[in-house]
């Protein structure tokens, strides 16, 4: 009776060995996917302000939320041409610092105190941002865009 229970046992701490060595490797390359899948994940976006200029610019204010602070984000400020009748890109800037920004109050109510443009040659473009709802809004930031290209004013 006892070998029967003995065996029995044995069998039982093998099959639940078995069973947790199983679950941690399959733990384990599931942390290994996810940590290597996280690596070429495109940080998250969001688009907070758009301008058409006739048929000459497209230019778009987008928040990118930093991949290691999940409280910050930075501005991309962006132009499009026409080309071929369809908008290309033709320049970008990264508006204050890289993740500068917190990105709730960029992608909530109110987020852009100004964004404003005019159909000439050159473009003047101003930008001021919600800093926090505290703090307030950001000094404007001025900028030209000649020919499609960005240029600090």
């Known amino acids: 009776m006892s070998l029967v229970r003995n065996q029995y046992r044995n069998r039982t701490r093998r099959a639940a060995t078995a069973a947790v060595t199983l679950l941690m490797a399959a733990g384990l390359g599931s942390a290994a996917a996810g940590a290597a899948g996280a690596a070429t994940v495109p940080p998250q976006t969001r688009q907070i302000a758009s301008s058409t200029l006739g048929s000459d610019y497209k230019i778009t204010l987008t928040a990118l939320r930093s991949t290691e602070n999940e409280y910050a984000a930075s501005v991309r400020l962006q132009v499009y ?3 071929g009748g369809a908008w290309k890109e033709s320049d970008r800037v990264t508006v204050g610092d890289v993740d500068g920004w917190f990105w709730y109050p960029l992608t909530g109510s109110g987020a852009v105190c100004e964004f404003s443009t005019a159909s000439t040659e050159p473009a003047p473009l101003t930008v001021s941002l919600l800093v926090t709802p505290s ?16 240029f600090a004013d």
Do not use: F, L, N
Request: charged share 15%.
């Open 81 to 83: 041409t026409q080309t």
């Open 135 to 150: 703090i307030g809004c950001s000094e404007a930031t001025h900028y030209v865009v000649k020919q499609g290209r960005v």
